[in-house]
Structures are given as C-alpha cells and as structure tokens.
C-alpha cells in the first residue's frame, strides 16, 4: 500500500496487538513534527492499558498505537516549526507531557503535571509502537543531533531514566555521606535509579531490593552496594536492621508502588526518611498514623519528569555518566516483548525497534 505504515495496535483490551498497515500520518498543523521512530521503550503503563485496567480513567478510543518512550528523526515538519530547533534528518527525543503550554504548570515548566497533558500513546494521539510518530508540536522535541546517542539508548530516558531522576532530585538535599537510599524494584526505571542515587547521592550508600536475582545482578553492576532479594530474604526488617547498623534507610524510592511495598517501605524506613512513590502497580495502601507522626516520615509521589530534566538526563547520557541499560526486540515481536515484561524476565528496558 503506497505511503501506508506499520503499527502495533490495541483492537480490544487483554488481547494480543495487531501490527496493521495503515495510512502514514499526514502533518495537518503548523508547529506539528512527524517523526521516524528509532525507538520506543516498553512500559508497564503500556500493560495497564493493553490489559484495560486503566479504561476507566483513560478512555481511549480504540484501535489505538501504545508507546510513550519514543525516539526517532524528524521526517517533516509544519511550515512554522523553526529550523534552528529542529529540522528533517535531526535526531530528537520526545518529551511525553504534551501540555497546554498556559496553565500554572506548564508555565513553570512541569507540563508533565498539565490538567490537560495528551501522552503519545495514552491519549487521542497515538504512541511509538509504530514507524513514524506526529508529535503535536516542535516544543516537545529534544534535539539530539550530533551528540552520538543512538535512539534505544535514547528513548527509554523519556520515562524510565527520567521518572526516576525527578524523584531523586526532590530528595537530594536529604542524601549524603553516612545516609542510605534503597531503591525498589530494579526493573526499566529501577536501573537508572541506581545510577542517579550514585550521581546524586553525594556518597550515599546504595540498597537495590527485588525479587530477582538477574535484576539485583544488573544492580550490582550499575552501582548498588547491597543487594537484596525481597522474596528470598526472611526477615527484610531484621536484614536492614543488620546492614546499617541499626540505622534503617533514610530515603526509599518505590518503584513498584503496591500496598507491599509501601509496608515494607514504612517498616524499613529511617526517622524523618522519606518515601518517594513512583511506581503505579496498586491501588491503595493505608498509612500507619502514629509511626508517621512519631518518626516525622515524609511519602511523596512523584510524576514522570520536565522538560528540562529530560535535557539533563540525556546530558548524562552523552557523557557517559549514565548508560541505558536495553533488551531489543522487533516491532513484529511486540507481543513477545509485551508477555515478557508480564512475567518479569526483561532485565534492564524493553526497546521496540520498528
Ligand atoms: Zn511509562
Ligand atoms: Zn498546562
């Protein structure tokens, strides 16, 4: 089919994606950018939706293309996009949080917090699990051209390395020599929070915690200083209590997000530590009052990430001071890669690669 496009898409929720050749989006606004896509990361948000657990409070209609964590080079561009920002044959990073540019938030640049943010993917528009991508406007595109990253180093950081980086940097002041961070759930965004708690944990000691010993492998070798299997461990509590002498953590970032976590954050958890929840597995979890009051904890939730950080965090990239850790797979193999990440056995990020 002549300028038709191959793209991975949801028909019906909890059923396999369909790879459809349909027509190649045609750019209709002045500032919108259509972009080949290099690469798109797999996220365990694609899952809730896929899966329909999020029909709810995300209607979408349907056959709709997942993927949020894109990268790719600009194919065409609409007449007002400026050339000195991005230009066809430039590689680009897409900044997920599609704002409205005039809301106290965006305004002060956490378009990712926008009431009315659209997500490639998780929205009218639709997401990376394609061959080109139309981003609603050049405002959105980090330009990467000339720097020497390549596009599935590059498109896990829209989320994975980026979520865990903000939540990180919230907490920073409280990090140093002496204190401990544990990190878990070392899975797409675990990884690069062990490599940003070495960054900016100013000497901080590091404790990775899963349920896999591959995963705490991958820990290990991005900077962890202990590693704790969660399911293997008998008693977490007592093992934490031995391992900082009696000290506990005095930051825990939960990349999981479930009520488990959460109890076992608050009963491994420093006075005055704090919780940063970035992970949206559960649904609930009740906060023990009186240990929160008397031991001054702080639980804060943290959303994906700016703008400018996704600019920071690819400036680590370039320098070599973080590294993507990535699984590959085919577009075709989507379905694969999507069971895969289910059953917990990718290490490091899904890519799809169309
Ligand atoms: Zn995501
Ligand atoms: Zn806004």
């Not at 045609?26 to 972009?35: F, M, N």
């Not at 657990?53 to 990268?71: F, S, Y």
């Not at 230009?87 to 956490?110: E, Q, T």
Request: with cysteine.
């Amino acid at each position: 089919m002549e300028g038709s496009i191959r793209s991975a898409r949801i028909h019906e929720y909890n059923k396999p994606l369909e790879l459809d050749n349909i027509s190649k989006p045609a750019i209709r606004g002045d500032e919108q950018v259509l972009v080949k896509v290099g690469a798109t990361g797999l996220c365990h948000s694609d899952l809730h939706l896929i899966n329909g657990e999020w029909k709810d409070i995300l209607p979408l209609n349907l056959p709709k293309t997942p993927g949020h964590e894109i990268a790719g080079w600009v194919e065409e561009v609409g007449k007002s996009v400026p050339e000195n920002i991005v230009k066809p044959g430039d590689l680009v990073a897409v900044f997920g949080g599609w704002g409205c540019g005039s809301c106290i938030y965006c305004k002060s640049g956490d378009e990712q917090l926008c009431s009315f943010a659209k997500w490639p993917g998780l929205s009218s528009f639709d997401g990376g699990f394609s061959e080109y991508v139309l981003v609603p406007s050049y405002r959105f595109l980090v330009n990467v051209a000339g720097l020497g990253v390549h596009p599935e180093n590059l498109a896990p950081l829209t989320d994975a390395g980026l979520t865990p980086y903000r939540a990180i940097k919230k907490v920073k002041s409280t990090l140093g020599p002496g204190k401990k961070i544990g990190i878990i759930g070392i899975g797409g965004l675990g990884s690069y929070a062990v490599q940003y708690a070495k960054i900016l944990g100013s000497g901080s000691k590091i404790f990775a915690l899963d349920r896999s010993n591959s995963k705490l492998e991958l820990a290990s070798k991005c900077g962890a200083d202990y590693q704790i299997n969660i399911q293997s461990t008998e008693n977490l509590v007592d093992r934490i209590r031995t391992e900082t002498e009696g000290k506990m953590l005095d930051v825990i970032i939960d990349c999981v997000g479930t009520d488990r976590t959460f109890y076992d954050s608050i009963n491994i958890l420093a006075k005055g530590g704090t919780i940063v929840v970035v992970g949206l597995f559960g649904t609930a979890a009740k906060i023990p009052i009186a240990s929160t009051v008397l031991n001054e904890y702080r639980i804060l939730g943290s959303l994906w990430g700016n703008y400018n950080e996704l600019r920071e965090v690819i400036e680590l990239l370039k320098d070599g001071k973080i590294k993507s850790n990535t699984t590959k797979f085919n577009l075709d193999d989507v379905n694969k890669a999507i069971n895969l990440l289910k059953d917990g056995q990718i290490v490091g990020r899904g890519v799809l690669i169309p």
